[in-house]
């Protein structure tokens, strides 16, 4: 019900480009989520979700953050999954036309899930160096299995803690970092704040679900007054941060 709400909230309150005056935005508004494309790419992650949704393997899941909403047993159908705890088809769309409009290099995933999303990254730049982080082993693997029968080559596969993970990744920047685990409220200021010192200025930050709960709202409204964030882009399923010294503080909500 806080979704629905929320939801019907950011229908009243949000624009399209016609709202937008600052020149950096307008553009990514326009040239990148208005993007009408088809590309090719996009039949790829099609097949893949009916990879997904045709499996009949059967997972042991280790829930390290918040767990389903839908889904409260711990062993779980792949065909399942992928209706609540992936990526949609419309969402890996953007991720892709993002990581392509910016051309991302560096590339950090928190929540691999079924792998969804991390496709769509590793088809928009097959040169950039993704690393995606899963808590649960069984889920990294048979993500992991897939992206090798896919011949996906840029995507290193990491399972663990993301507490304890962050501290030692050896990149000293990131293009861009995907937050899409662990929806909760202390927890997602806590990544958040831990992964301030692998930013540089054109470091694009996306959030997933900020409307998942009461508790990831305040975690958003948090990040948004953060000293170092200039500019936000509220999507609803997903949000985005920039770091942009050159851009006045502004926050604006889109409606894709």
């Known amino acids: 019900m806080y979704q629905v709400i929320s939801y019907i909230k950011f229908l009243f309150t949000s624009t ?14 326009t040239k990148c989520l208005y993007n009408k494309v088809n590309y090719s790419a996009y039949q790829k992650l099609t ?14 899941i280790t829930d390290l953050g918040e767990g389903s909403k839908t889904l ?5 159908k792949v065909n399942q999954m992928v209706k609540t705890s992936s990526s949609s088809k419309k969402e890996s769309k953007l991720l892709f036309r993002v990581t392509q409009y910016f051309n991302f290099n560096t590339i950090l995933e928190l929540g691999t899930s079924l792998g969804m999303g991390t496709y769509a990254l590793a088809l928009a730049n097959k040169f950039s160096k993704i690393s995606t982080i899963e808590g649960c082993p069984n889920t990294s693997n ?34 861009f970092i995907f937050f899409d685990g662990h929806h909760n409220k202390a927890a997602t200021i806590q990544y958040f704040k831990s992964l301030l010192p692998k930013i540089h200025n054109d470091t694009v930050f996306v959030f ?49």
């Open 16 to 29: 399209n480009q016609h709202g937008v005056h600052s020149p950096f935005v307008y553009n990514f508004v």
């Open 47 to 60: 097949d893949y979700h009916k990879i997904l949704k045709s499996s009949r393997a059967v997972l042991q």
């Open 72 to 76: 409260g047993t711990n062993k779980r």
């Open 142 to 175: 048979f993500a992991k299995s897939k992206f090798k029968e896919l011949e996906i080559k840029n995507v290193t596969f990491i399972n663990g803690d993301f507490t304890v993970i962050i501290p030692s990744l050896k990149e000293d920047k990131f293009d």
């Open 208 to 256: 997933d679900d900020i409307y998942w709960s009461k508790g990831m709202t305040e975690a958003w409204e948090y990040i948004k007054a953060h000293k170092t964030v200039t500019v936000t882009v509220d999507c609803f399923h997903l949000a985005f941060v920039f770091f942009r010294k050159e851009q006045a503080k502004q926050h604006f909500k889109i409606r894709v």
